[in-house]
């Protein structure tokens, strides 16, 4: 097939070209004249498998002929040597797991206990580099780190014991990527031994990996052998070439690995040679993306070589360029785009490492059901069943809360073998209890007590799984991961069959189950090199196996809509490529921090850069803008904050609006223009219809719906917001309480006042304990008993603990005046000619010698001024009033001498109420006469009517549709029936 030479034979293709099917041409015109069988006698070699799936589908597409033995890299050496077998990925990074582990219990300020596994994969790779690159570990413990910080002598220390582990794996088993290298190196001896005389052909690679290159460099010396790379830049001249030689400063180009490879095979840029004579879509564009793409120390060049550049236009026409203003947009525009190519039967595929582009992507496309070839797939953390483990795992880490138990509960994978639909009624009526009346942690006693309340009263066996599943999962301690990983694998299938006798539910069915189940399966046969670990520890584990677990759904997608990372990119080609998320941090994509070694130390052990992964970004770039049609597609903002362009878009948008003379700054807006037809047909699709903005509401309900009864806090809700009245006692709804609940300020006010009243109570019996111990002991046994979190008990206590001493020296002074007589004093008071009836609770009445009373309300938070209660807080005016008048059934009619609130744990004065300037009997007709104007057909329930501050918030301000209004709109008022 090959004639001699003397030379290793490379060749290569142009950035552009469709290579697999380039590969495959090239190679039957050199076997055109041959026999029949000479086809068949050669070995192609590719790196993907995706590269394979795409050569069998050309081949299949005729004529028919006897085809090429297709395998991958990792396959051609499998046989040239009898090794142990290769240890596995997940054994490995156990066992270093417990190495960082240990070195974190001695050094604890290195790093957080929880990125335990993310260090061991970090450290994993590493190792896996050092094989690869053919680096020998004790090279590490050679570097000179006297002139850094400690923590690298530190990260040489400690490799200096993972050093140790490698070594220690000699025997039964191999470290993978020292097998694979091994294998090479003797498959190599063997062909220098024995070179085989039939064509091998290894196509699609760049050498970026040591092992690889090793391969490549055999391959290419080879009798009959040959290299076919992707993306080689022809146009590139010979002096740019020279000034890739060092890595340092050339890496992050998108050539520098094919000239470290010239270098490995003694070759110059002219000896590669063109696999076929096929150009370019678009010869022009590949001369400019190449000189754009130049080094840093040269893009001189642009002055130089730039007005050379020829039929800018032309070179531009097919690329457009999309700056949405959001990623939304963004991912819209490149939907409508792909809608159009399936439609008219284009391929096109959509070229990003931004995995959340390509899924705001796939849902827009979702909407004319085109469901795109994904290669990537979705995340199995993300599916149901990754999210399901995750969630079960959560449940030995911590306490039982709501929200926990009801995100398992209407999970889709939930009792899912049988009975699901009454599974769903029992969940949904545990859910509204929850909401309204806790606990926030339940127990199996409070959850046996919750089902016996339900309207729909839950089968007997339903409430035996819920208490057997959920409450009391929490183990304390470390435990082996072979406990963890059984316990696990019997929960969440006993969560998923549910009442059912036997199953395990639908966790483990469709792809993504299967998926899962592979994933648990390898650590169940791993588990015991996991060593001992908490609960939490587990948990983290088991999501940084499902991170890097995938799940692609083969059924139906649809052949012509691809969605690729830059990997298959490389070596696949369609009519369209469209290059999404060209901002930097995305494409590139910045190096992950490297804990081991910093940039210098990495240069110095011979291990690759991080510039080496922005190097293959730029040469994919390169590839794929030279396609026959481009995208171009980058959002100006991302979530947060505005985006900065991708380092290449810049180059090459720079590099045009340069040449003015040849019409560059012309070819850059035609570009801009084409894609802001895409954006505003975008706009177009998600606009929504103009709704006019809601008019600030004024309900005028009939009089008879109208409330007849109101406790005495509310009448401070009727005069600064009508319309919560109105929707709680009109409307009768009830906002639903967040199932996660929180130590609040209503909780603390609940809880401080149940345990004054019964502090109040025991010492008026027993007046020498008012005390500061027994202050204090009352206030935590109520705590303890009301509040769930410690920390908040903690915090609360302190608070009363700081002002006790001034609450007892106060309450011994009112008790010099008056005597505790009625502790929540029930108010009932019915203004009878009004049919309405008027209720409450004292927090506590006092008595003097005189008969006097003293009526005290406890506050915990800021008390109203005197000003606010003679307009709004009327609540101790209105409840003195009603004393002096009898109103409290257990309290003889008096008069009232003060009534004052309390400040409670914090800072703040006492507050009296102004009763002098606002006496009893004005205060009733005030009230009287507030009650009697709401009973008027014409007055109705104005929104917000007199909050203090725009920035107050009430229960029922989505309802009224605030924000579309605000207080300077005047009501609009509506009659209702």
């Not at 999309?322 to 525009?333: F, G, K």
Request: hydrophobic share 40%; glycine share 6%; net charge negative.
């Amino acid at each position: 097939m090959f004639e001699p030479t003397d030379k290793p034979r490379v060749f290569a293709l142009p950035p552009g070209v469709d290579f697999p099917a380039e590969l495959i041409a090239g190679l039957l015109s050199r076997s055109a004249s041959a026999d029949p069988m000479a086809l068949a006698r050669v070995r192609l070699v590719v790196n993907t498998q995706r590269m394979i799936r795409r050569i069998r589908a050309l081949f299949d597409a005729g004529p028919a002929r006897l085809l090429p033995k297709v395998s991958l890299l990792t396959e051609i050496a499998a046989s040239a040597a009898v090794l142990p077998p290769s240890t596995s990925s997940l054994r490995r990074r156990l066992e270093l797991a417990q190495l960082v582990s240990r070195l974190l219990d001695q050094q604890p300020d290195l790093a957080a206990r929880s990125s335990v596994y993310a260090l061991a994969e970090s450290l994993a790779e590493l190792m896996d580099e050092l094989q690869g690159e053919g680096v020998p570990p004790g090279r590490i413990s050679e570097l000179d780190v006297s002139d850094m910080s400690s923590h690298w002598a530190r990260a040489q220390q400690f490799f200096g014991i993972a050093e140790q582990y490698l070594a220690a794996q000699t025997g039964l088993t191999m470290d993978p990527q020292t097998r694979q290298r091994n294998l090479v190196e003797a498959l190599i001896a063997r062909w220098r031994i024995s070179p085989p005389q039939t064509p091998i052909i290894l196509a699609g690679s760049t050498g970026s990996r040591g092992t690889t290159a090793l391969l490549m460099d055999a391959v290419a010396r080879l009798p009959q052998g040959a290299v076919v790379l992707p993306g080689y830049d022809f146009d590139q001249p010979d002096a740019v070439w020279s000034r890739l030689d060092e890595p340092l400063d050339s890496e992050d180009h998108p050539q520098y690995r094919f000239r470290h490879l010239m270098h490995m095979l003694e070759l110059a840029p002219g000896d590669i040679a063109p696999w076929t004579d096929a150009r370019p879509p678009s010869p022009e564009r590949n001369r400019l993306i190449s000189l754009a793409l130049r080094p840093a120390p040269v893009t001189d060049a642009w002055l130089t070589e730039g007005p050379g550049l020829a039929d800018l236009a032309g070179a531009t026409a097919d690329v457009t360029l999309i700056q949405a203003p959001e990623p939304r947009t963004e991912a819209l525009a490149i939907a409508l785009r792909l809608r159009q190519a399936a439609q008219t039967g284009q391929t096109a595929a959509l070229i990003t490492p931004d995995r959340m582009l390509t899924r705001q992507v796939a849902a827009a496309l979702d909407r004319w059901k085109i469901r795109p070839d994904d290669s990537a797939g979705l995340p199995l953390q993300l599916s149901p069943p990754g999210r399901f483990l995750r969630h079960v795992a959560g449940l030995f880490a911590k306490p039982l809360n709501g929200e926990t138990l009801l995100t398992l509960l209407k999970h889709p994978l939930c009792h899912s073998e049988a009975q699901r639909g009454e599974h769903l009624l029992y969940s949904r009526d545990l859910e509204l209890h929850l909401r309204r009346n806790g606990p926030p942690f339940p127990t199996a006693e409070t959850l046996a007590a919750t089902c016996k309340k339900q309207h729909n009263t839950p089968a007997p066996e339903w409430v035996d799984w819920l208490i057997t599943c959920f409450a009391g999962q929490v183990i304390a301690g470390a435990q082996p991961l072979t406990v963890w990983s059984e316990r696990l694998r019997t929960l969440a299938e006993a969560i998923a069959r549910g009442t059912a006798g036997t199953g395990s539910g639908e966790l483990w069915t469709e792809f993504a189950g299967a998926e899962a189940l592979e994933v648990l399966t390898a650590l169940e046969a791993e588990a015991e090199h996991g060593g001992d670990m908490t609960a939490r520890e587990f948990a983290d584990l088991l999501g940084s196996l499902l991170t890097g677990g995938e799940v692609r759904n083969p059924n139906a997608p649809h052949e012509g809509v691809m969605i690729w990372g830059t990997l298959e990119a490389r070596v696949q080609g369609a009519d369209l490529l469209i290059l999404g998320g060209l901002n930097e941090g995305s494409w590139p994509e910045a190096p992950d921090p490297d804990p081991w070694l910093n940039r210098r130390l990495r240069h110095e052990a011979g291990l690759l850069l991080p510039e080496r992964r922005i190097g293959l970004s730029a040469h994919d770039f390169q590839q794929a803008a030279c396609a026959p049609e481009v995208w171009l597609t980058r959002s100006l903002r991302s979530d947060d904050a505005e985006t900065v362009p991708s380092r290449w878009l810049n180059r090459v948008l720079n590099l045009l609006t340069g040449l003015p003379d040849q019409g560059g700054s012309e070819a850059v807006a035609g570009m801009i223009e084409r894609g802001r037809t895409w954006l505003d047909w975008a706009d177009e699709l998600d606009r929504a219809p103009r709704v006019a903005p809601a008019k600030r509401p004024s309900p005028r309900p009939p009089v008879i719906s109208r409330p007849s009864q109101l406790s005495v806090t509310e009448i401070k809700t009727l005069i600064r917001d009508p319309y919560a009245i109105y929707a709680k006692h009109v409307l009768r709804l009830r906002p639903l309480d967040p199932l996660l609940k929180e130590p609040d300020a209503l909780l603390r006010g609940t809880a401080i006042h149940d345990f004054l009243e019964t502090f109040i109570r025991y010492t008026a019996d027993h007046p020498d304990e008012l005390t500061q111990d027994v202050f204090l002991r009352f206030a935590e046994a109520q705590l303890a008993a009301d509040v769930s979190w410690p920390a908040a008990r903690r915090l609360w206590l302190a608070r009363l603990a700081r002002t006790v001493d001034s609450f007892l020296a106060e309450e011994r002074a009112r008790r010099d005046i008056a005597w505790p007589n009625k502790l929540e004093a029930g108010l009932k008071y019915p203004l009878a000619d009004l049919g309405f009836t008027l209720t409450g609770r004292a927090d506590r009445i006092d008595m003097d010698e005189t008969g006097a009373l003293h009526i005290y309300d406890y506050k915990t938070g800021a008390p109203p001024t005197k000003s606010q209660q003679a307009r709004f807080d009327k609540q101790l005016l209105i409840e003195a009033a009603i004393a002096e008048e009898g109103g409290f059934p257990d309290v003889a009619p008096a008069i009232v001498a003060e009534a004052v609130f309390l400040r409670v744990g914090g800072p703040g004065a006492n507050v009296p109420a102004p009763l002098a300037e606002e006496p009893g009997a004005k205060v009733l007709a005030e009230l009287r006469e507030l009650i009697i104007a709401y009973q008027s057909e014409s007055q109705g329930f104005t929104a917000r009517r007199m909050l203090e501050k725009d920035t107050d918030t009430g229960q029922f301000d989505h309802l009224a549709r605030f924000g579309e209004w605000d207080r300077s709109d005047d009501p609009v008022p509506e009659d209702l029936s």
